[in-house]
């Protein structure tokens, strides 16, 4: 194994163990995050690209488009959905994937 190897398998590790011990306190659920979730809910239920409506005022209509951000991140939700797991689960598993990742992105 070269020493760049395990350079980056070393910097992986320490990524992990840094997103387990602060995962709790940097990734709070936002409105984004409720976003993503029910989209990847909505897809699984077959209704499409649809968030479902937050407010606390009342409004007609159940669902609307996705249109504020990109479908990415609540398709790899949803696919996570497939394998029965729960999507508030699901959207803390992906950053944690990609943080573990991106030492790769720049070797």
Known sequence: MSYKSLIMIFISLISLILLFFLSDKLIPYTYDSAAYISTAKNMLEGKGLQISRFSIYPINIDTQPLARWPPGYPLLIALLGLLKIEG??????????????????FF
Do not use: M
Request: charged share 5%; glycine share 12%.
């Open 88 to 105: 508030s689960l699901a959207a803390r598993i992906l950053p944690g994937v990609f943080f573990i990742l991106l030492p790769y992105g």
